[in-house]
């Protein structure tokens, strides 16, 4: 089945300077890939996603790239603010599978004053 | 619409209780899910379902039991709570087609004491 890995595990930068996780997969059949974010005790939110055929996407702050050759896939944060701390989870899906989700274990980011 | 809803929010169990989790949505997504999370962890698939009648396990579905009776509701069951079971469970709905996002619940926080 498909692997997802994530790093760093732990996050620190200040406020403004830009944040960026990281996470390979295992299964080259992989073509959807979601970013969600989770606050202390709440939902995981979907932030941003992306699918295969598209090498990056951007919302406003918030940027993934892909990279399909090496199975890597990034989220970029820029001008970060306080209150984008929280944990950041990537995701990989396989099609033909329920779409079914496989998480990387997470990225405790911290924005600091 | 107000999207996945997940009861009870708390809840703790002495070991060998059984216990029903209720997920139920109200977006007439056909394909449900229901996650564990642990503590500084991702989410790990328990059980997942396409469509009302049909359900399928996923990573980690030993000591737990689904029905999908309805489209809107798909409740999870601990037969023999174990503290292993400890976790906080999360279930998410999504509509048909590739690339379509997966919705959280606010989750359950269960403790098998």
């Known amino acids: 089945g498909e692997n997802v890995e994530q790093h760093p595990s732990t996050l620190s930068v200040q406020e403004g300077d830009s944040a960026v996780i990281k996470c390979t997969y295992s299964?080259?059949?992989?073509?959807?890939f979601p970013w969600y974010k989770q606050e202390l005790g709440k939902r995981p939110q979907l932030i941003i996603d992306?699918?295969?055929?598209?090498g990056e996407k951007k919302d406003q702050r918030i940027a993934v790239t892909l990279n399909k050759t090496a199975k890597h896939f990034s989220l970029h944060i820029t001008e970060t603010q306080p209150e984008d701390s929280a944990v950041y989870f990537c995701?990989?899906?396989?099609?033909?599978?329920?779409?079914?989700?496989?998480f990387g274990t997470g990225t405790r980011l911290q924005v600091t004053l | 619409n107000a999207g996945v809803t997940q009861t009870p929010k708390f809840r703790v169990l002495k070991t060998g209780q059984s216990m029903t989790l209720q997920c139920t949505q109200d977006?007439?997504?056909?394909?449900m899910y229901w996650y564990r999370q642990d503590p500084g962890m991702g989410l790990k698939l328990i059980y997942y379902?396409?469509?009302?009648?049909?359900?399928d396990k996923g990573e980690v579905p030993n000591g737990y039991n689904v029905s999908r009776s309805t489209t809107e509701d798909f409740p999870l069951r601990l037969e023999l709570a174990a503290p292993s079971q400890t976790s906080v469970y999360f279930c998410?709905?999504?509509?048909?087609?590739?690339?379509?996002?997966?919705?959280f619940g606010d989750g359950t926080r269960l403790s098998i004491l």
């Open positions: 992306i699918r295969s055929n598209v």
């Open positions: 299964d080259s059949a992989s073509n959807y």
């Open positions: 995701a990989a899906s396989i099609p033909g599978t329920a779409s079914k989700l496989t």
């Open positions: 998410a709905s999504r509509l048909t087609g590739e690339g379509q996002p997966q919705h």
């Open positions: 379902s396409v469509g009302a009648g049909i359900t």
């Open positions: 977006m007439n997504h056909n394909y």
